[in-house]
Nanobody
Framework: QVQLVEFGGGLVQAGGSLRLSCTAS????????MGWYRQAPGKQRELVAG???????NYADSVKGRFTISRDNAKNRVYLQMSSLKPEDTAVYYC??????WGQGTQVTVSS
């Protein structure tokens, strides 16, 4: 059974930074695409960033230059380093593996 567990959410002031991590178990982590989505209250879930098994990355326009996704295949872990946070980044952040498995989400709140 595949499980994804996220850590690192919290409350931060605008302009601050947070690092999210997601640890996977029970899957072929190293060959799968990993990524982060987020969902703000009253809005649809949206892509934040993704990373392939080979390390290619893509980002939503709204986070380019501020967020960085990375992965450590030895630890079955994917990270999202978030900097220059804005109040509009407030959302529940979910990691996924291959769009088949999803974590439970971690809340990120950015105060102005």
């Amino acid at each position: 059974q595949v499980q994804l567990v996220e850590f690192g959410g919290g409350l931060v002031q605008a302009g601050g930074s947070l690092r999210l991590s997601c640890t996977a178990s029970g899957s072929s982590f190293s060959i799968n695409v990993m990524g982060w989505y987020r969902q703000a209250p009253g809005k649809q879930r949206e892509l934040v960033a993704g990373i392939t098994s080979g390390g290619s990355t893509n980002y939503a326009d709204s986070v380019k230059g501020r967020f960085t996704i990375s992965r450590d295949n030895a630890k079955n872990r994917v990270y999202l380093q978030m900097s220059s946070l804005k109040p509009e980044d407030t959302a529940v952040y979910y990691c996924h593996e291959d769009w088949r498995w999803w974590g439970q989400g971690t809340q990120v709140t950015v105060s102005s």
